[in-house]
Protein backbone atom coordinates (compact mmCIF):
# COMPACT_ATOMS: atom_id res chain seq x y z
CA UNK A 1 0.00 0.00 0.00
CA UNK A 2 1.88 2.96 -1.36
CA UNK A 3 1.31 6.47 -2.20
CA UNK A 4 3.09 8.16 -5.10
CA UNK A 5 3.09 11.60 -6.00
CA UNK A 6 5.26 12.86 -8.49
CA UNK A 7 6.94 16.39 -9.80
CA UNK A 8 9.25 18.77 -11.25
CA UNK A 9 7.99 18.34 -14.54
CA UNK A 10 7.63 21.19 -17.17
CA UNK A 11 9.20 22.84 -20.52
CA UNK A 12 12.90 22.10 -21.48
CA UNK A 13 14.40 23.10 -25.01
CA UNK A 14 16.06 19.88 -26.75
CA UNK A 15 19.52 19.60 -25.47
CA UNK A 16 18.42 20.87 -21.90
CA UNK A 17 17.63 19.32 -18.50
CA UNK A 18 14.94 18.50 -16.41
CA UNK A 19 15.06 16.48 -12.60
CA UNK A 20 11.73 14.55 -11.95
CA UNK A 21 11.09 13.62 -8.23
CA UNK A 22 8.88 10.77 -6.84
CA UNK A 23 7.98 10.84 -3.42
CA UNK A 24 6.67 7.61 -1.38
CA UNK A 25 4.27 7.18 1.61
CA UNK A 26 2.63 4.03 3.36
CA UNK A 27 -1.23 4.57 2.99
CA UNK A 28 -2.50 5.34 6.60
CA UNK A 29 -2.22 2.41 9.06
CA UNK A 30 0.71 0.27 7.09
CA UNK A 31 4.10 0.29 6.68
CA UNK A 32 6.13 1.60 3.60
CA UNK A 33 8.19 -1.28 2.03
CA UNK A 34 9.47 -0.66 -1.34
CA UNK A 35 11.70 -2.81 -3.47
CA UNK A 36 12.36 -1.86 -6.71
CA UNK A 37 10.50 1.31 -8.41
CA UNK A 38 10.91 2.27 -11.95
CA UNK A 39 9.16 5.18 -13.74
CA UNK A 40 7.10 4.98 -16.80
CA UNK A 41 6.09 7.47 -19.52
CA UNK A 42 3.08 8.01 -21.78
CA UNK A 43 2.60 9.84 -25.13
CA UNK A 44 -0.35 11.13 -26.65
CA UNK A 45 -1.78 8.75 -28.70
CA UNK A 46 1.01 5.95 -27.39
CA UNK A 47 0.89 3.22 -25.17
CA UNK A 48 2.52 3.78 -21.51
CA UNK A 49 6.41 2.95 -21.92
CA UNK A 50 8.91 1.79 -19.84
CA UNK A 51 11.62 3.73 -18.81
CA UNK A 52 14.19 3.37 -15.94
CA UNK A 53 13.90 1.30 -12.82
CA UNK A 54 16.06 0.98 -9.68
CA UNK A 55 16.45 -1.91 -6.87
CA UNK A 56 15.81 -0.88 -3.24
CA UNK A 57 20.52 -1.30 -3.17
CA UNK A 58 20.51 0.69 -6.33
CA UNK A 59 21.11 -1.61 -9.36
CA UNK A 60 19.30 0.87 -12.50
CA UNK A 61 17.62 -0.60 -15.76
CA UNK A 62 17.17 1.78 -18.59
CA UNK A 63 15.01 1.96 -21.36
CA UNK A 64 17.10 1.87 -24.70
CA UNK A 65 15.65 5.44 -25.87
CA UNK A 66 17.20 6.81 -22.72
CA UNK A 67 20.49 5.07 -22.23
CA UNK A 68 23.15 7.38 -21.70
CA UNK A 69 20.60 10.40 -21.08
CA UNK A 70 18.28 9.77 -17.73
CA UNK A 71 19.72 8.86 -14.46
CA UNK A 72 17.67 6.86 -12.08
CA UNK A 73 18.12 6.95 -8.41
CA UNK A 74 16.88 6.64 -4.95
CA UNK A 75 16.94 7.77 -1.68
CA UNK A 76 15.64 5.29 0.91
CA UNK A 77 15.68 6.76 4.05
CA UNK A 78 13.57 9.52 2.52
CA UNK A 79 11.44 7.08 0.07
CA UNK A 80 11.98 9.41 -2.71
CA UNK A 81 13.27 8.27 -6.67
CA UNK A 82 14.45 10.92 -8.75
CA UNK A 83 15.03 10.64 -12.66
CA UNK A 84 17.71 13.06 -13.83
CA UNK A 85 16.86 13.64 -17.69
CA UNK A 86 19.44 15.73 -20.07
CA UNK A 87 19.96 16.06 -23.63
CA UNK A 88 16.15 16.13 -23.51
CA UNK A 89 14.56 15.83 -27.02
CA UNK A 90 11.40 16.29 -28.66
CA UNK A 91 10.28 12.42 -28.51
CA UNK A 92 10.70 12.30 -24.91
CA UNK A 93 7.50 14.92 -24.32
CA UNK A 94 4.99 12.77 -22.55
CA UNK A 95 3.31 12.45 -18.87
CA UNK A 96 5.75 10.55 -16.90
CA UNK A 97 5.10 8.35 -13.92
CA UNK A 98 6.46 6.67 -11.25
CA UNK A 99 5.61 3.05 -9.86
CA UNK A 100 6.21 1.19 -7.36
CA UNK A 101 5.31 -2.66 -7.97
CA UNK A 102 6.46 -5.47 -5.18
CA UNK A 103 5.79 -8.18 -7.21
CA UNK A 104 8.75 -6.69 -10.21
CA UNK A 105 12.91 -6.91 -9.51
CA UNK A 106 14.42 -3.87 -11.22
CA UNK A 107 15.62 -5.91 -14.05
CA UNK A 108 11.67 -6.96 -14.75
CA UNK A 109 10.94 -4.03 -15.32
CA UNK A 110 10.81 -3.01 -19.19
CA UNK A 111 10.27 -7.23 -20.08
CA UNK A 112 6.57 -7.21 -18.26
CA UNK A 113 4.17 -5.27 -20.69
CA UNK A 114 3.14 -2.11 -18.65
CA UNK A 115 -0.44 -2.51 -16.28
CA UNK A 116 -1.97 0.65 -14.38
CA UNK A 117 -3.60 -2.09 -12.53
CA UNK A 118 0.09 -4.09 -11.28
CA UNK A 119 1.30 -2.05 -8.43
CA UNK A 120 0.81 1.47 -7.53
CA UNK A 121 1.17 4.62 -9.50
CA UNK A 122 1.78 8.62 -8.87
CA UNK A 123 -0.52 10.96 -10.93
CA UNK A 124 1.45 12.14 -13.31
CA UNK A 125 4.28 15.09 -14.22
CA UNK A 126 3.82 16.58 -17.90
CA UNK A 127 7.32 17.00 -19.41
CA UNK A 128 7.31 19.02 -22.57
CA UNK A 129 10.65 19.37 -24.65
CA UNK A 130 10.39 22.02 -27.77
CA UNK A 131 12.93 21.77 -30.71
Known amino acids: QVQLRESGGGLAQAGGSLRLSCAAS???????????TGWYRQAPGKELEFVAAISSGGSTNYAESVEGRFTISRDNRRNTMDLQMDNLKPEDTAVYYC??????????????????????WGQGTQVTVSS
Open 26 to 36: AVSGTTLSLRA
Open 99 to 120: NADPRLRYSDYGLVKADRNRGS
